[in-house]
Nanobody
Framework: QVRLVESGGGLVQAGGSLSLSCAASGLTFSAYAVGWFRQAPGKEREFVTAISWSSTIRRYADSVKGRFTISRDNGKNTVDLQMNSLKPEDTAVYYC??????????????WGQGTQVTVSS
């Protein structure tokens, strides 16, 4: 059974930083691209960032470029998201996902359960 378990969400003030982590099990982690999506209240889920299996390709949504950094550790089956200069509009439930890398974003096969990130103004 594939499991993606996120951790690290919480409440932070605008301008602050937060780090999310996702631990994967039940799949050959190094065979998948992995990444993050988010869903704000009343909005559709949107792509945030993804990283290829070899870490040679990274994709970011325009809204987070220069502020968020994705990394992965295939030895530990984890993918991390470092979020800096956070804005209130970054408030959302953040979901970890594993799948294949499309032209512009991640095409997910598996999802985590999500972790809440709240940025106060």
């Amino acid at each position: 059974q594939v499991r993606l378990v996120e951790s690290g969400g919480g409440l932070v003030q605008a301008g602050g930083s937060l780090s999310l982590s996702c631990a994967a099990s039940g799949l050959t982690f190094s065979a998948y691209a992995v990444g993050w999506f988010r869903q704000a209240p009343g909005k559709e889920r949107e792509f945030v960032t993804a990283i290829s299996w070899s870490s040679t390709i990274r994709r970011y949504a325009d809204s987070v470029k220069g502020r968020f950094t994705i990394s992965r550790d295939n030895g530990k089956n984890t993918v991390d998201l470092q979020m800096n200069s956070l804005k209130p509009e970054d408030t959302a439930v953040y979901y970890c996902a594993a799948g294949s890398l499309g032209t512009y974003e991640l095409l997910p096969n598996y999802w985590g359960q999500g972790t809440q990130v709240t940025v106060s103004s």
